[in-house]
């Protein structure tokens, strides 16, 4: 045997006997998520055994370094730890802002004394991290920002406010795009890391379509934030803006793959409509169209696939995560559709207790953000013409 | 294993690249075309695929070819789509190859194929829509066997050497069991052949078997039990197809991105509205998809892994969507120069279709898809 054959076979046994049962069933709504934080008491026993169980072996974040908490995995090991993961159906032991968009950064951008703070902590689902980002003047045309970070000497004092700061009503820490420069539009922003229990800073939620409101308008008034954490230099955030952005598109378009809603579409279909005498889906119609619904879905798992495998050995063009999240999240949206579609008048109930609360109707209109959040589909688009294919302005 | 060309694949993509560019541009194409060739390809082109060492790149080294995969033959279809050039390369190479493969006929047909001699063409479609039903009939006659009925959509039929058919020994036409696979040589008494030319100029036959004779040697693999060599042949067969098909729908973007940097209208550069940046982009996205489709399933060949079949048909399905839609944009972003016969762009329209259809459209495909997963 190789050792990556002996990796796969000791990682399947150690996955078998530590993954409680119960997370290795789909998760069946937004709620299922793990997210981590201070606040540990909203997860269930399961949750927080599975979570603590990956990681106490940095398989939270398998190839970040094991100094700052990671797995220390070589690609080659973090795919088959995925593949392995994905075999016994076992959930993400933890979703978080922190993994998927400040840690890149860090890692990249911050100093030693940043990255031993914040990723051990990261990897462990200590703290949650939210996203501030967006304000009301600036949505796509992020760099409009202009919450202000004013320099006084030894701190910042922030003021401003940002929206659709995901769960900022629950988050622990933001990261945090300021303007240290009004004389300038990108060479004038600033990118900080602060404690949302710091005095000044409020929130709002956002009551969204899907009756949820996990959005907040968040407001700070005279915030003090400590110089050091400012991440990178002064007046240089959008660099760091710009490269967290990259990976939060290459998480949204993990929604391509369908995953999040435990491969039900086919599942479900067929138990709503039942099979006709020839063993197919009793909708001609319907069956078409989610059959060649099927045909992308797999081809853009193959696309992931790559995508992963080329990132990890540095051959992916830095734009490329832009044509991932624009492919993915459309897929995600069209998924759900049909999700719709085929589950008829039964999918429409709201609050019953069969629907589980209107996880379908609400799961749907969730979807409909994914082309607009971390950046809209037009805008994703307007990369791929511009830095990709080299269209002229 | 990653899922992008290793470094030897990447060399073979460059060579492969700059000699069917040289060898075979889109202007070979049209000169057979405009010739009213009646071969359909070049054979002294082909005698060149054989230098290069490309006809044995799916035969085994013990046979004398290179042993590689259905990654590298890939790489060569993609080549050959973006140029448009007409070749046997994918019913011979790698189809014929593959169905041949450990049988006893290849000691008689790989040495031609090797040379860049041989040509071979597939007798299987019956129908104008590809399907797995066999109906043809092979009846035992003699020590041999006696063919009649008809195939359509044979490329090369009309030239080539050999013919791999496949005929129902038993059962009906639906059934696995019962099919069996023939290596049949031209000239056999009985066999015609009726060339017609396609849409993008090719030639394929309607072959019509007159109780054509042959002997038990021409039996590929197993009589009645020829479904796994058919099975290998066509997934060999159309996850080229979908090289191929990238190629072509990779080529009509490149040509469109071009003209949108170079096209002035109102003043500036076409490709500096919006409205055709964010379709061009779009294709973008579907043309990458399809690629990691294609080289999955490649993959998955290569490694005699059991996901293969749903992959290639995942493949051969997005590759033919993708570059649909590649062509189709690539005509209307031309303008009328685009409906013009001296302008290339309509030509990779017409090899479009074509592949589209070869060995099962995107329908075809989905359909086998939902059935594997049992709706
Ligand atoms: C569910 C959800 C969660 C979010 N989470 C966060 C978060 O946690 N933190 C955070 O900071 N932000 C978050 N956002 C904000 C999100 O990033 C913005 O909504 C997004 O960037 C779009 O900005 P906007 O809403 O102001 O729309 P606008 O920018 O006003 O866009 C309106 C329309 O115009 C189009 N448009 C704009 N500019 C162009 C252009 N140049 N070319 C073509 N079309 C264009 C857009 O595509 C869109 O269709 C979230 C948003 C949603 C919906």
């Known amino acids: 045997m190789s050792d990556l054959d002996t990796f796969r076979a000791e990682t399947r046994a150690w996955l078998e006997a530590n993954c409680p049962a119960s997370m290795r069933e789909p998760v069946r709504s937004e709620k299922d998520t793990v997210w981590g934080g201070r606040d540990q008491s909203a997860l269930t026993p399961d949750q927080k055994t599975w979570m603590d169980r990956m990681a106490a072996r940095g398989w939270t974040v398998p190839d970040w370094p094991k100094a700052y908490g990671g797995g220390g995995l070589s690609p080659a090991e973090s795919k088959i730890l995925r593949e392995e993961m994905r075999a016994l159906g076992c959930r993400n032991p933890l979703s978080s802002f922190g993994i998927s968009m400040l840690g890149p950064a860090l890692l990249k951008y911050g100093n030693e004394e940043q990255k031993l703070e914040h990723l051990p902590r990261i990897a462990r689902g200590e703290i949650r991290w939210c996203q501030g980002y967006s304000e009301p003047n600036a949505g796509s045309d992020l760099a409009a920002l202009a919450t202000s970070a004013e320099d006084m000497g030894d701190h910042f004092l922030v003021n401003g406010q940002k929206v659709w700061t995901s769960y900022a009503d629950k988050a622990d820490w933001i990261f945090c795009l300021v303007r240290t420069d009004k004389s300038v539009k990108q060479a004038g922003i600033s990118f900080l890391l602060f404690d949302m229990a710091s005095p000044g800073v409020s929130t709002k939620p956002i009551l969204l379509i899907s009756g949820y409101s996990p959005f907040c308008e968040t407001f700070f008034d005279d915030v003090k934030v400590p110089k050091a954490n400012l991440v990178g230099e002064l007046n240089k955030g959008w660099d760091v803006a710009k490269y967290l952005l990259g990976h939060e598109r290459e998480m949204i378009s993990g929604m391509g793959l369908g995953l999040s809603s435990g491969g039900t579409l086919i599942g479900n279909t067929v138990a709503q409509m039942g099979l006709d005498a020839d063993g197919r889906l009793a909708d001609p119609l319907l069956r078409g169209q989610i059959a060649l619904h099927e045909v992308r879905a797999r081809a853009f798992a193959a696309m992931s696939e790559r995508f992963l495998d080329e990132l990890k050995a540095g051959r992916a063009h830095p734009a490329q995560p832009s044509m991932m999240k624009y492919y993915g999240t459309e897929l995600n949206k069209a998924r759900h559709e049909l999700e719709m579609a085929a589950g008829g008048s039964d999918s429409l109930e709201w609050e019953s207790e069969a629907s589980n609360n209107g996880a379908a109707p609400r799961a749907w209109l969730r979807t409909k953000a994914n082309s607009i959040e971390g950046g809209t589909s037009e805008v994703q688009l307007n990369i791929i013409a511009k830095r990709i294919l080299e269209l002229p302005s | ?375």
């Open chain 2, 1 to 375: 294993m990653p899922l992008y060309l290793n470094d030897e694949q990447t060399m073979l993509r460059d060579a492969a690249q700059q000699f069917v560019g040289e060898a075979a541009p889109v202007s070979h194409m049209r000169a057979l075309r405009d010739a009213d060739d009646a071969t359909g390809f070049s054979r002294d082109l082909w005698k060149q695929f054989a230098e290069m060492g490309f006809t044995g790149i799916l035969i085994p080294e013990s046979d004398g070819g290179l042993g590689l995969g259905h990654v590298e033959a890939g790489v060569v279809l993609e080549e050959i789509g973006r140029n448009l050039s007409p070749s046997p390369f994918l019913a011979t190479a790698v189809a014929a190859v593959e169905a041949l493969k450990g049988s006893a006929q290849r000691e008689r047909w790989f040495p031609g194929i090797l040379a860049g001699e041989t040509v071979a063409a597939l007798a299987i479609d019956e129908k104008a829509k590809h399907g797995n039903a066999i109906g043809m009939k092979a009846e035992r006659s003699g020590n041999g066997f006696r063919l009649s009925g008809a195939k359509q959509f044979v490329t090369h039929g009309h030239v080539a050497d050999l013919l791999i058919v496949a005929a129902r020994t038993a059962g009906a036409p639906e059934d696995d069991a019962g099919v069996t696979l023939f290596a049949v040589p031209k000239d056999t008494a009985g066999l015609t052949a009726d060339p017609q030319r396609l849409a993008d100029s090719s030639l394929a036959s309607r072959v019509t078997f007159e109780n054509v004779e042959v002997d038990a040697d021409a039996v590929i693999g197993e009589v009645d039990g020829g479904r796994a060599v058919l099975d290998a042949l066509l997934a060999a067969g159309r996850t080229g197809a979908a090289a191929e098909s990238l190629g072509v729908g990779g080529g009509a973007m490149d040509m469109t991105v071009q003209y949108l940097k170079e096209r002035k209208q109102f003043g500036v550069l076409i490709g500096s509205f919006q409205a055709l940046q964010h379709r061009a982009a779009h294709l973008y996205a579907e043309l990458e998809v399809a690629r990691a489709a294609v080289l999955k399933a490649q993959q998955l060949l290569d490694a005699g892994d059991a996901r293969a079949a749903e992959a290639v048909s995942v493949a051969k399905a997005m590759a033919g969507l993708a570059s649909t839609l590649a062509v189709q944009e690539g005509v209307q972003m031309h303008g009328g120069i685009g409906m013009t016969d001296e302008f290339d762009i309509g030509f990779y329209m017409k090899r479009g279709r074509v592949l589209a259809e070869m060995f099962g459209d995107a329908n075809f495909h989905a359909d086998q898809l939902a059935r594997a997963s049992g709706y």
